[in-house]
């Protein structure tokens, strides 16, 4: 089975950027799972911010973080990224990578922690001034 491993996290002022990846190593073909990204702030539910497709020719990100999140991957790296521009304190939680050996990359799956075999043990980002 895969193993997901987060970095880049941290604490940042409101308005900065970070870069997130999510590198995979251990068993299947990176480029055969489907890609997600998810956060989880204090008491509160673990939600869906980003997935992406095989070939990272389709993508997708939460409206709370449109314009300002963009997910990304290099398969020759076995790694997926998101970049976070313009952030706010709201985006204070742990991050979650995840992969999906799903067949369909559809809005009906990719929002859905349930869709992700395999996760990663998150990493902690925190906007603050």
């Known amino acids: 089975q895969v193993q997901l491993v987060e970095s880049g996290g941290g604490l940042v002022q409101p308005g900065g950027s970070l870069r997130l990846s999510c590198a995979a190593s251990?068993?299947?073909?990176?480029?055969?799972?489907?890609l997600g990204w998810f956060r989880q702030a204090p008491e509160k539910e673990r939600e869906y911010v980003a997935a992406?497709?095989?070939?990272?020719?389709?993508?997708d990100v939460t409206d709370s973080v449109k314009g300002r999140f963009t997910i990304s991957r290099d398969n020759a790296k076995n790694t997926v990224y998101l970049q976070m521009d313009n952030l706010k304190p709201d985006d204070t939680a742990v991050y979650y990578c995840?992969?999906?050996?799903?067949?369909?990359?559809?809005?009906?799956?990719?929002?859905?922690?349930?869709?992700?075999?395999?996760w990663g043990q998150g990493a902690q980002v925190t906007v603050s001034s």
């Open positions: 995840a992969a999906s050996t799903g067949s369909t990359f559809s809005e009906k799956y990719y929002p859905r922690a349930q869709a992700y075999e395999y």
């Open positions: 251990g068993g299947g073909t990176f480029y055969s799972y489907f």
């Open positions: 992406i497709s095989w070939s990272g020719g389709s993508t």
